[in-house]
């Protein structure tokens, strides 16, 4: 592992993993852990950001979305997996990178704006929110990760956390590398209603969906609403259907398309079809899945050696931190 290049990622405890998150986060992350010494974290701090009074399900759901890491092939012997509140060091970085920052940089920052727009939360910010791209900076940096895969919306906190290592470098000496951006490759996984797929839109499909529930979904799809009958062309490019074909059933989607615009497809078989494709991409992750799902122990073990391994890396930044900041010590 020592050779390679170190990566960082997060996922906050959602619990079971939709479409969306695999085919936006977890399917790179599995891509990369041959090349990178990969670190995943549940990122489970962030989640109180805006529901720190629901904390009852965290610990299940976090349960529930590494076994979904694990059963999708996130290989233990090559990621780090661990979950960000049990390695507390983190906290002690973020409130040291909290005195190199502006209130100002921190409320001009796009993606903040935006989350107070669509959750409507003007006036009613906590600190700990507004604060969240330098706990998120602190994540990185305290691994001293050479780059973060993240999708596009999260750019600019990557760029802050860039920031705040010259800032900490330029301040107190050369102490973190500034971690490159790996961009996700995108992948359209829309709902059945054609939105972003999310648990809160309750337009998911869950990886590990029976394949009964996938057909179910998919089958109340909004296709092309101009193609009303069989023989009518259809725009694949505007479908959602078409969309899950795209992604999971990539070997056939030319075809499907062609056979669309051509008006020799039917929506109803082509629906039946992208259900099947659905279920039998995740035919494999459901068997392995539920073979986890009995053997919890291990699940635990994973967390418990990465968090231990990850608490090892970060333990030994801070002793550098604090060393470049000149913090008081017992040591002569
Ligand atoms: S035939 Fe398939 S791709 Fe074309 S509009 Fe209907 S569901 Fe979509």
């Keep these: 592992m020592g050779e390679k290049k170190r990566i960082l990622s997060g996922m906050q405890p959602t619990g079971r993993l939709h479409l969306g998150n695999y085919a936006g986060a977890l399917a790179n992350w599995i891509k990369l852990q041959d090349e990178y010494e990969s670190y995943h974290c549940v990122v489970d701090w962030h989640s109180l950001t805006i529901t720190y009074n629901e904390t009852e399900r965290i610990a299940q759901d976090t349960i529930d979305m590494v076994t979904d890491w694990l059963a999708a092939g996130l290989d233990p012997a090559k990621a780090t997996i661990f979950v960000q509140s049990l390695v507390r060091e983190h906290a002690e970085l973020h409130l040291l ?5 502006s209130l100002g940089r921190l409320e001009r920052n796009p993606a903040f ?3 107070v727009k669509d959750l409507n939360l003007r006036g009613e910010v906590s600190y700990g929110h507004l604060g969240y791209p330098v706990l998120q900076a602190a994540d990185i ?3 001293r990760a050479h780059a973060v895969p993240v999708g596009e919306d ?5 760029e802050l956390t860039r920031e705040l290592a010259r800032k900490f470098n330029s301040t107190y000496g050369e102490t ?3 971690p490159e951006t790996l961009l996700t490759p995108y992948a359209r996984v829309p709902g059945p209603d054609g939105k972003k797929m999310s648990k809160s839109l309750g337009n998911h499909i869950l990886m590990s969906d029976p394949p009964e529930r996938v057909e179910e979904i998919v089958m109340k799809a909004i296709t092309d609403p101009e193609k009303i009958y069989k023989g009518d062309p259809g725009r694949p490019e505007i479908c959602n259907v078409y969309a899950w074909h795209y992604t999971f059933n990539s070997d056939q989607e030319q075809l499907i398309a062609d056979e669309c615009r051509q008006g020799s497809r039917g929506c109803v078989v082509c629906k039946k079809e992208a259900a099947g ?4 991409y995740f035919a494999g992750f459901r068997k392995e899945r539920s073979r986890l799902e009995s053997d919890r122990g291990y699940v635990l073990k994973v967390i418990s050696e990465g968090t231990e391994r990850a608490g090892g890396v970060a333990g030994a930044t801070m002793e550098r931190v604090r060393k470049a900041m000149r913090l008081f010590s017992l040591e002569e």
Excluded: C, D, T
């Design 97 to 101: 990178l909290s005195m190199l920052i």
């Design 113 to 115: 704006k935006e989350r």
């Design 141 to 143: 940096l305290i691994y």
């Design 154 to 158: 999260q750019v600019p906190h990557i």
């Design 176 to 178: 973190f590398p500034e």
């Design 277 to 280: 494709a659905i279920s039998e």
